[in-house]
């Protein structure tokens, strides 16, 4: 999907040539996404045993059974997490973008731009057990508010905002990079035309910086949501494991039940969802623009 | 899954649980490296255990008694240590599952039955780890450590008044501590609890019964602040949880941090688990392996581990070594009476499920 919108025009020796270079790479996915891809699939269709083997087979039962039960459950609170997470980082992110690209000279830029991902080379974990000490009921947090004179400070840690604020915080400078991508390639000299002609700079805002960013937010949007969607450490650590979303379900059956076949099975489904919407997100949600 | 796997290595948990929740399990599978170099060396031994879970100044002493070099590697779960061995592996001379994993490893034809004749250590045991569920008569397994698993708690939230302290389940449901109580992220030990609430067993395989013990628990949810296995230490010491399930280990370490903090086995019994030494069917040095069984029972090597890892020692010989505040402990070394009231979680084959699917509803609640 993405070579299609990705991959400029090339003419016939240019792609042949190629072809010869993807080589490498193309090995290393057949090996390392391929291969694994069909191994889950056909776990799919087997079973456990007692003894928490798995027996292959070729039922269909674990699809069955994940439609029947509490799993869809599970499959509706991970999009909507998936999409508020996303839907927070693209108002939140777009500000920082635009400002990050239009505001500051090109020679800070790249300073602010390192700052922007400094967090990232600390471990993913530590971080979220740093949001744990501060916002823990005798964290950094409630103390501060008591000493505001706040008599019993809410906790919101092990609640779905806590889970919601760590995927955020997560996420953001996942959104925030491609977006600044796009808006860093926007020629400005649209903008100062749309000023000459009288447009206000909303006008401006609506009519042409949003759409030419748009392939950024597109990029985005995928960055942030498809990985969001099957996070299941944040939820662990920060919604104190008391709602599963569909992650844990997956981890849960491979490294507490032992039931291989119905993770591999969650996992296709999630693998056909993601995929799907991922399809129809880029054919429809597309305008002239991105695909120009 | 007892408590020091969850807390010295969740993060690798954590990310052993990314792969194959990211990537499938097949990703998992091939992420298992299946260490080739396993050499026959007649003189080595290869030792695979839990983090920090032996005195390691007892190591060279075998290594210079017997000539013998030892590899110790280190696992991060039980769950992680049948992968090893569904992936392959086959170079460790000594394992240490815990109590049902004996019973699957030993099921699926891994395990090799001990030679007692070369263990005579074997009498100092103690004789009840000899009517186990999982290895009755010690065949494939000796008793390493012992723990239970019960409720950690902070008497500041009892008025400091003995009187008034928790004795039994019922108080995980008591409106008061809403907020401020912790369980385990386990079913069999969470679900356990709530069978032992409902005055069911442990090991319960009736549906109707898992279903009410899992209806308790969803009236219960909204006063936990969290399932958690792997901070019951830090928030038990820090005071965040005045009310924790919690592995005895684990709540005896609170304790050495926060002095309000204090451990009971509830009234009507626990869960007791045994971490074991075994010897796999593969070991490359099956010989070298019964030489470390029978120095491992040795009583002051026992009574060295038990005082390293603060864990229980089942060797009676080996008691008078014992820091006397270990075995003062009633939380560590519980009195007989109170020990027959607690239940090994056993495996329970097909009903598994049923603990899965309500556990997995209990969490969507």
């Known amino acids: 999907m993405n070579s299609q919108t990705l991959t400029p025009p090339n003419s016939a020796r240019a792609l042949s040539s190629g072809y010869a270079v993807l080589i490498p790479a193309g090995l290393w996915l057949l090996t390392f996404m391929v291969l694994p891809l069909v191994i889950l699939l056909v776990f799919s269709l087997g079973h456990r045993d007692p003894l928490g083997r798995i027996v292959l087979g070729s039922s269909l039962d674990n699809f069955a059974r994940f439609f029947c039960g509490p799993y869809v459950a599970c499959l509706c609170r991970s999009f909507c997490l998936a999409a508020?997470?996303?839907?927070?980082?693209?108002?939140?992110?777009?500000?920082?973008a635009l400002w990050l690209a239009f505001n500051l000279p090109k020679s800070r830029q790249n300073l602010y731009l390192t700052l922007l991902v400094a967090p990232m080379w600390t471990a993913f974990l530590l971080r979220i057990y740093a949001w744990i000490t501060i916002l823990r009921p005798t964290g950094l947090l409630a103390a501060g508010l008591r000493n505001?004179?706040?008599?019993?400070?809410?906790?919101?840690?092990?609640?779905?905002?806590?889970?919601?604020?760590?995927?955020v915080y997560n996420y953001l400078p996942y959104m925030i990079l491609p977006l600044y991508s796009a808006l860093e390639k926007l020629d400005r000299r649209l903008l100062e035309a749309a000023a000459d002609l009288g447009a206000s700079p909303w006008r401006a805002f609506t009519a042409i910086t949003f759409p030419l960013s748009l392939r950024g937010i597109v990029a985005g949007v995928i960055m942030v949501f498809v990985p969001a969607l099957g996070d299941y450490v944040t939820p662990d650590l920060l919604g104190g494991a008391k709602s599963m979303y569909i992650g844990n379900l997956i981890q849960n059956q491979f490294l507490t039940v032992r039931d291989w076949a119905f993770g591999s099975a969650v996992s296709s489904i999630l693998i056909v969802i993601v995929a799907a919407a991922i399809f129809i997100y880029l054919k429809y949600g597309d305008t002239p623009e991105v695909r120009d | 899954m007892r408590p020091r796997h969850y807390r010295r290595c969740s993060r690798r948990q954590f990310l052993a649980g990314a792969v194959s929740a990211c990537a499938s399990g097949a990703f998992s599978l091939a992420g298992c490296t299946i260490r080739t170099s396993a050499p026959k060396d007649p003189s080595q031994l290869n030792v695979y255990s839990w983090p920090d879970y032996i005195d390691p100044a007892i190591i060279p002493e075998f290594e210079q008694r017997y000539g013998i070099k030892v590899i110790y590697d280190t696992v991060s779960s039980n769950e992680a240590l049948l992968a090893k061995f569904q992936a392959g592996a086959s170079n460790y001379d000594i394992v240490v599952p815990s109590g049902y994993m004996v019973k699957?490893?030993?099921?699926?034809d891994l395990l090799q039955p001990l030679d007692k004749d070369r263990l005579p250590n074997f009498k100092h045991i103690a004789k009840r780890f000899s009517t186990s569920l999982f290895d009755s008569g010690c065949q494939y397994s000796i008793p390493y450590t012992f723990g239970t698993t019960g409720i950690g708690f902070n008497q500041s939230a009892f008025g400091r008044n003995e009187k008034d302290e928790p004795r039994d389940w019922d108080v995980f449901w008591d409106r008061r501590l809403s907020g401020r109580m912790t369980l385990l992220d386990d079913p069999r030990e969470t679900v356990g609890l709530a069978l032992k609430h409902l005055g069911y067993s442990l090991n319960s395989v009736a549906t109707e019964e898992i279903a009410a013990a899992c209806a308790e628990l969803k009236?219960?949810?909204?006063?936990?602040?969290?399932?958690?296995?792997?901070?019951?230490i830090v928030y038990l010491a820090s005071g965040d949880s005045?009310?924790?399930?919690?592995f005895s280990g684990d709540a005896q370490q609170a304790a050495r941090q926060n002095g309000d903090v204090k451990y009971i086995i509830p009234e009507s019994g626990a869960s007791m688990w045994v971490?074991?030494?075994?010897?796999?069917?593969?070991a490359p040095h099956p010989e070298n392996a019964h030489l470390w069984l029978n120095f491992m029972m040795e009583p002051r090597i026992s009574a060295a581990i038990a005082n390293y890892t603060w864990y229980a020692t089942p060797n009676d010989s080996a008691l008078k070594y014992v820091q006397p505040e270990l075995l003062a402990s009633k939380s560590l070394y519980p009195p007989q009476a109170t020990l027959d009231k607690c239940e090994e979680i056993g495996e329970i084959g097909s009903a598994i499920f049923a603990y899965d699917r309500m556990w997995t509803e209990l969490k969507c609640y």
């Open chain 2, 104 to 108: 699957q490893l030993k099921n699926m």
């Open chain 1, 84 to 96: 508020f997470t996303t839907a927070i980082c693209l108002l939140l992110g777009f500000p920082c």
């Open chain 1, 148 to 167: 505001l004179g706040l008599e019993n400070p809410p906790v919101i840690l092990y609640t779905q905002w806590a889970v919601l604020l760590g995927m």
């Open chain 2, 242 to 246: 005045l009310l924790s399930l919690a």
């Open chain 2, 219 to 232: 009236r219960q949810k909204p006063l936990t602040m969290c399932y958690t296995s792997d901070q019951v």
């Open chain 2, 275 to 282: 971490d074991n030494l075994c010897v796999p069917k593969s």
